[in-house]
Every structure is written in structure tokens, then in C-alpha cells.
């Protein structure tokens, strides 16, 4: 029996592989797009296809986040203005004293928040497996990295196998699931060792599997590398842990532990030189740029134009809200380009076509999945989103793209779609309850808040 074929019209569509037009939409069969054209033409083309017309709205593809933390959604607001090294340390003593269900439920309540700003495809990077079980509930697509720590070598066996049984449980549930695939994070090069880097590394490359690295994100890894000094170091030092460092970037680190040679997406780079950004770029890496969080976290401006001439893969991401309070990746492209403008003191750099693309297909490349996802066009996944643009703070809206980029936020979204399914109908997401979740959540933060003070008095 032939898939059901809906029509779905607007008054823009924004295709990303060719410039956006008026009064037109997408024709999707199953879950794929078969047709992308004016309206007229469609009608012609498809006279008996149910239509939704979502009118004074922007028809485009479905965002693409690279880079989250789902589990962590119940520490939005939490750590607030903390030097680096104390909010890791604080993160990571909250997340412990919390459930496998409670951080569950912080994972659903990050994925409603992402379906409801129009993402559709989320990478998702994880201490636990609550991210990946959220984004398998979801229905929407998504690519979670188990993460693995270890700092003492002679631990790094078990640490993998430990890591190995998770994998391989994650991964029989994502045959299962279809639309969520897993890969493996050793975390970064201040708390994972050498060795396990090497071992992890053996292990993704045997399995097939995508590798993902926070890397280069703060001045005090940049001292850790390269001097053997700064916050990294003294904590090394209290737990009476030999270090000696390489003299070199933490890109650097990755290119000479062989790591890069495995194309893995890696996680902010802040702190890079034109031959770090040399080495990305021969090895064909990808990068998650996560803007918000590198700035509110203190760390800097990441060279974004720079990548992007060297023909890097780029997506953006929106890290944790535990970091950047929000997940809106509309927000995250909008300060990207404002903060580059400001470095480079040019109203001209990053425009709006660029920044939009990096929403989109930028971040399906950085994926490797832009034969399937990432535009509007015939054969590839029907992953879309109907983004209002009649709202007082974005009319007038002559010009789609600059109001999409500049005027637009998370809020506008009025419908989500992944591979032709409707996740958020521009009332509720409809595979999870949201009300009950958002009970459960404070329910979850109110326990934090006593521990908080209880720990504080």
C-alpha cells in the first residue's frame, strides 16, 4: 500500500541548497520529501494531498544541534558565576546525587525544550544513558556519545570495558530504535589518560563507531598541555597524580595520540593556532561550536571564520543549559555571528545565508549526515520545521533569512517533523507528556535545592 502523501505550505521556504521563495512547500510521502516547489506547481502536481498552510511562516529544514548534555537540564540556573574548575566539580558532585530516573526525567525535559525550538537532530553526549533513552522516546533523531573517564593509565582496561558493556547494550537498543545512533566520548585530555585515549580509540575504530572529544575549551587545559601547570594541574597534584606534559596543544595532543586520524567531532576549540585548525582540516574532523557556553563560561571567542575558510566541517551546538540556561540553537547561530562581528569589528562577516546553513546542512556535514538530512529536497529525510515570522518582534520580515537569523527565536516554532512523523504540533510534543515531566522536574530541583543548602550551612 502507497505512504500517505501530506502537502505542506508557507510564505517562504527556505530549501538551504538554493535561495528561499515565496508562497510555496514540501510534498511528504512516508517519511521522505518527494516534491519541493511554488504552490501552484504543487497543487497542479498533487491536486488530492491534504494541504496545512502554515501562512505568515518559514518553511525549513529541521536544525541540527551538535553538541548537548541532556541529562543536565535540572541544573539550569544552578551554576551560576563559578571558575570553571569549581563548576566542573560542582556538576559533576550534583550529577552524582542524582537517580538514573531523575536524570531521566532532566533528559526528557531537555529533549521537549529542543523539539519545541524546532530541533530535529540532537547529538547528545552523556555520563549516563538517560540522554539517549529520552532520545529514543522522543522520536527524534539523534546521535549520543556514552562517555568515558579515567585518569590513572593502569585503570584504563577496566575503564574500557566498563565502557564497552554500556556501548554494546546502548547500541542493541539503537538497532532497535532506528533514528538514534551511539558513539563513544573520551571526555577530554585533563580527565582521561593516554592510555585510555589509545584503548577507546581501538575500540571505536573495531566498532565502527563516532568519536567525540571536548577539546581546547579553556585556558587552564591550554596550561595543563602545554606547561604543566594552572587549576588541572594543582587538582592532579592534591590526588597525587603523576602528570607530564606533552608541550603541545590539546589539538596537538589529539593529532599525536592518533585520535584525529579517526575524524571525530570535537567539542568547542577555543584555544587554537592556525596549525591546529590545519590539522582539523587535513584530518577531515568536524567541529561542534557552542558560542553561548564558551563565552558565559569565560573561555573566549572561538576562531569561526577561520574554520570555515579552511573548509572545516562545522555545526552548532548548544551545550548544557547547565551552562548556557537555554537551548535554543536559533539564539546560539544569532550570538555566533554578533560576537564574531564584535572581534572582527565587521558588520559584513557571517551573513545570514552562512549562519542558517550552519543550522542546518553545516551541521548534518559535521554529522556525515547530509545525504539524508540537512535541506529541503527531493529523497532526503522529510525533517522540517514551521517557523512563525508574524510575531510583533519580527515584522516586518521582507527578507526571510536576515529574520530567521536576527529576529526569530525558539519560541516561533510552530511545528516539528522528523522523517515525516509530527513531534510538536505548536501545542504539545506529542510522544511525551509534558506536563507530567515538568512536575517531576521541580519535584527533582526542589530535592537539589535542599541538598544545596544543607551543603551551604
Not at 36 to 51: K, M, N, Y
Not at 95 to 123: F, H, N
Not at 207 to 230: K, M, W
Not at 364 to 391: M, N, Q, W, Y
Amino acid at each position: 500500500m502507497a505512504s500517505v502523501r501530506e502537502m505542506y505550505l508557507a510564505d517562504w521556504v527556505v530549501p538551504v541548497t538554493r535561495p528561499p521563495f515565496q508562497r510555496g512547500g514540501i510534498v511528504v510521502e512516508g517519511e521522505r520529501i518527494v516534491a519541493v516547489g511554488h504552490e501552484a506547481e504543487l497543487r497542479a502536481q498533487f491536486p488530492d494531498v491534504p494541504v496545512r498552510d502554515f501562512g505568515e511562516a518559514a518553511l525549513l529544514p529541521g536544525l541540527v544541534n551538535t553538541h548537548g548534555h541532556l541529562e543536565l537540564t535540572v541544573l539550569r540556573g544552578v551554576l551560576e558565576d563559578l571558575p570553571f574548575v569549581t563548576w566542573l566539580a560542582t556538576l559533576t558532585r550534583l550529577r552524582e546525587g542524582l537517580s538514573a530516573d531523575e536524570l531521566r526525567e532532566s533528559a526528557r525535559a531537555g529533549i521537549i525544550e529542543a523539539i519545541r525550538s524546532g530541533q530535529t537532530t540532537i547529538v547528545d553526549v552523556g555520563a549516563t544513558s538517560a540522554g539517549f533513552e529520552a532520545l529514543c522516546e522522543s522520536g527524534a533523531r539523534g546521535l549520543f556519545f556514552q562517555e568515558v573517564f579515567g585518569l590513572r593509565p593502569e585503570e584504563a582496561e577496566e575503564s574500557l570495558r566498563s565502557l564497552a558493556q554500556r556501548v554494546e547494550a546502548l547500541r542493541a537498543s539503537s538497532e532497535a530504535m532506528g533514528r538514534v545512533r551511539v558513539g563513544i566520548s573520551p571526555h577530554a585530555p585533563y580527565t582521561v589518560s593516554a592510555a585510555l585515549f589509545r584503548q577507546a580509540l581501538d575500540y571505536a575504530r573495531a566498532n565502527a563507531l563516532p568519536l567525540c572529544v571536548h577539546i581546547a575549551e579553556s585556558q587552564a587545559e591550554v596550561d595543563l598541555l602545554r606547561y604543566g601547570r594552572g587549576d588541572f594541574a594543582r587538582i592532579y597534584e592534591r590526588r597525587g597524580l603523576t602528570w607530564r606534559a606533552p608541550r603541545v596543544s590539546p589539538v596537538r595532543y589529539l593529532h599525536d595520540l592518533g585520535v584525529l586520524a579517526a575524524r571525530p567531532l570535537l567539542v568547542h576549540v577555543v584555544h587554537g593556532d592556525a596549525e591546529d585548525i590545519a590539522l582539523i582540516a587535513q584530518s577531515d574532523s568536524a567541529i561542534a561550536h557552542c558560542p553561548k557556553s564558551n563565552a558565559k563560561l569565560g573561555h573566549g571567542i572561538a576562531p569561526l571564520p577561520e574554520w570555515l575558510r579552511a573548509g572545516i566541517r562545522v555545526g552548532l551546538g548548544t551545550d548544557s543549559v547547565a551552562s548556557t540556561n537555554t537551548c535554543d540553537l536559533l539564539e546560539e547561530a544569532r550570538f555566533a555571528v554578533l560576537v564574531q562581528r564584535a572581534r572582527w569589528a565587521s558588520p559584513t562577516l557571517l551573513r545570514a545565508e552562512t549562519m542558517i546553513g550552519l543550522l542546518t546542512l553545516g551541521g548534518a556535514r559535521a554529522l556525515r549526515l547530509e545525504a539524508h538530512i540537512g535541506s529541503l529536497e527531493p529523497g532526503k529525510e522529510a525533517d522540517f520545521v514551521a517557523l512563525a515570522l508574524s510575531g510583533a518582534h519580527v515584522q516586518p520580515a521582507d527578507d526571510p533569512m536576515t529574520a530567521i537569523l536576527f529576529s526569530t527565536r525558539g519560541s516561533d516554532v510552530r511545528f516539528v517533523a522528523v522523517g515525516g512523523r509530527v513531534l510538536f504540533d505548536g501545542s504539545f510534543v506529542t510522544t511525551l507528556d509534558e506536563e507530567r515531566v515538568r512536575a517531576r522536574l521541580r519535584e527533582i530541583r526542589a530535592r537539589l535545592r535542599a541538598l544545596l543548602s544543607r551543603a551551604s550551612a
